[in-house]
């Protein structure tokens, strides 16, 4: 694609986000936008969430895939409200399609909104959504040399979930290696290896979604602008 096309596409996606982001904030909610490649879990931690932040947070998802509406039922026999986006085969999510799926989300009863995007690590990471935090999963068959390979899918990320992290033993992955190189991409980044079957390592993953969450709605109250 031409550059300059590229970069007004770009630019015209970042604006849809930030009227997206303004609608996040107006109802006190934390968006936040959930990448990894597929099968790397994420509609699984999602659904474990049902279970680690009840009774703390509210949340609802967006769920985004190239096509069938499988993940979002998922999510409805866990009990969680899930709006599905199809983008029609194409391989990640935009603000406008993040912006029609808000037209149809009742925000204002969610603390928390998760978008779920489409399975992928590389082009995800160039659209923004109107998310608050971007959190990016990586599983560990997907092995521990990924971070390295697709450095701008780690790069100013909030949070690394190392998941299935039950099997590290098994394929001799390096978690330190991984938080090593995902520390030099997002210096900030937090990083939990979770396994969202067992359910170790949620209770990390849940407390730092709950200050993120207090740290949005304290900015918010001051009228201050939310990092
Ligand atoms: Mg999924
Ligand atoms: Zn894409």
Redesign the pocket.
């Known amino acids: 694609m031409d550059l300059i096309i590229a970069k007004d596409i770009l630019k015209a996606n970042d604006q849809i986000a930030g009227a997206n982001r303004a609608r996040f904030d107006g109802n006190g909610v934390l968006g936040v936008n959930v990448m990894g490649s ?1 099968g790397s ?4 931690l ?1 659904e474990r969430l049902a279970v680690d932040l009840d009774g703390k947070l509210r949340f609802a998802v967006i ?3 190239l096509a069938t509406s ?2 979002a039922e ?1 999510l409805e026999r866990a009990g969680i409200q899930a709006t599905q986006i199809n983008t029609g085969g194409g391989c990640h999510l935009d603000a406008n399609m993040v912006a029609k799926a808000l037209e149809r989300a009742e925000l204002v009863s969610f603390d928390v909104v998760f978008i ?1 995007n489409v ?1 992928n690590l590389v082009c995800p990471s160039s659209y923004q959504l109107g998310e608050r935090r971007r959190v990016v999963l990586l599983s560990t068959p997907e092995g521990d040399d990924k971070v390295a390979k697709y450095p701008p899918m780690f790069t100013g990320i909030d949070a690394l979930v190392i998941t299935k992290a039950d099997l590290h033993e098994y394929v001799e992955f390096d978690a330190g290696r991984v938080e090593k190189d995902a520390r030099v991409l997002s210096p900030e980044v937090k990083v939990f290896n979770v396994c969202a079957k067992n359910g170790s390592g949620m209770t990390d993953f849940v407390s730092w979604l709950a200050a993120e969450h207090r740290r949005l709605k304290a900015m918010l109250a001051r009228g201050a602008e939310a990092p």
């Open positions: 597929p879990g994420k509609t699984t999602l769920e985004g895939d499988n993940d998922r779920e399975g």
